[in-house]
């Protein structure tokens, strides 16, 4: 058990709502293994208290916050820098306090690509697909648009706003994306929608997976259920498959290590999944 005392530094998870939060219990659990001095709390923030939240990171002293919706994007403006991949993204999921100087970051992409690379799914040469069009999709769309993939299509159940995020993403990384699913094969399939999630777990984003084979990764950024009806059908047409749950731990694994400046060993994320999450 970690000792909380005078000199435990805070770290925290700003949301509204945030309670359901996982990321206590991971960040938690990665301090005591390391035997690191941070505690990590959930605090529950009204959108009209968002500048005064900021303001109290610096005046509690506070190591570090993660940022969940509806803050990612209003809490930029509060911020003394942003570190240029966040900017590109367009949204903030970690604020790291240096020396009362606070940096805002954003794991989240980068979190599902180590995922990916931990599951030997690259994006460099690949047809991919994503579908979804929403607070996921922006960054993820962005942050593989830097990536070399082959091409990347966004659909979305609302064509404008793929339209605008293929809009966002050929002005920030200059790459092609096309909104039309125009292929017959695709490397990688990403649900970056929420259907399918609980308790709607019936649900898929697409009737015809046809497309889906034996030389498709099929990825869902949903984590609960554990098996989506997307997923599911995926597997049974051969894809290799990978919920969302790798995403969730490897973007805390990074905010970890900005909060603490420090590197943490390979399996981390492994002894998470098994140990806090019991995958
Ligand atoms: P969001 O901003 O609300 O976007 C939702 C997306 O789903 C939109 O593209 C929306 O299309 C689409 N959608 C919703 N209901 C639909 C329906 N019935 N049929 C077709 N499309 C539908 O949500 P988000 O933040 O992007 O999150 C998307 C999913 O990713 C959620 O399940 C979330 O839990 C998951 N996620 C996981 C992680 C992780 O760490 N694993 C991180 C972030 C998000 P419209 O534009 O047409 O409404």
């Given at each position: 058990m970690l000792e909380i005392n005078g000199h435990t530094k805070q770290l925290a998870i700003i949301g509204y709502p945030v309670e359901h939060s996982f990321s206590p219990k991971m960040h938690n659990f990665i301090s005591e293994k390391m035997g690191n001095p941070y505690v990590y709390t959930a605090l529950e923030v009204h959108p009209d208290n968002i500048a005064a939240a900021i303001a109290g990171i610096r005046a509690l002293g506070f190591s570090g916050i993660n940022v969940t919706a509806p803050h990612k994007y209003t809490v930029m403006q509060y911020l003394d820098e942003i570190a240029p991949q966040a900017q590109k993204l367009g949204s903030v999921n970690t604020i790291v306090n240096r020396n009362n100087r606070l940096i805002g970051y954003n794991t989240d992409a980068d979190g599902l690509y180590r995922s990916?690379?931990?599951?030997?799914?690259?994006?460099?040469?690949?047809?991919?697909?994503?579908?979804?069009?929403?607070?996921?999709?922006?960054?993820?769309?962005?942050?593989?648009?830097?990536?070399?993939?082959?091409?990347?299509t966004v659909v979305n159940r609302t064509a404008a706003k793929a339209e605008t995020l293929a809009a966002y993403v050929r002005s920030t990384t200059g790459y092609p994306i096309e909104t039309q699913q125009q292929r017959r094969h695709y490397d990688i399939v990403i649900n970056a929608t929420s259907v399918g999630m609980y308790p709607n777990t019936e649900a898929c984003p697409m009737d015809d997976l046809s497309f889906i084979d034996a030389q498709t990764a099929a990825v869902d950024l949903i984590?609960?259920?554990?098996?989506?009806?997307?997923?599911?059908?995926?597997?049974?047409?051969?894809?290799?498959?990978?919920?969302?749950?790798?995403?969730?731990?490897?973007?805390?694994?990074?905010?970890?290590?900005?909060?603490?400046?420090?590197?943490?060993?390979?399996?981390?994320?492994?002894?998470?999944?098994?140990?806090?999450?019991?995958a």
């Open positions: 990916m690379l931990h599951n030997n799914m690259t994006v460099d040469g690949k047809d991919i697909l994503i579908l979804g069009a929403g607070g996921a999709a922006k960054p993820i769309s962005v942050f593989f648009a830097q990536l070399s993939p082959s091409s990347m984590y609960n259920p554990a098996e989506t009806v997307f997923l599911r059908r995926a597997r049974e047409n051969g894809a290799k498959t990978m919920n969302g749950l790798g995403m969730l731990v490897y973007q805390g694994i990074i905010s970890y290590e900005l909060f603490t400046d420090t590197k943490l060993p390979d399996n981390i994320g492994d002894m998470i999944i098994e140990e806090v999450f019991g």
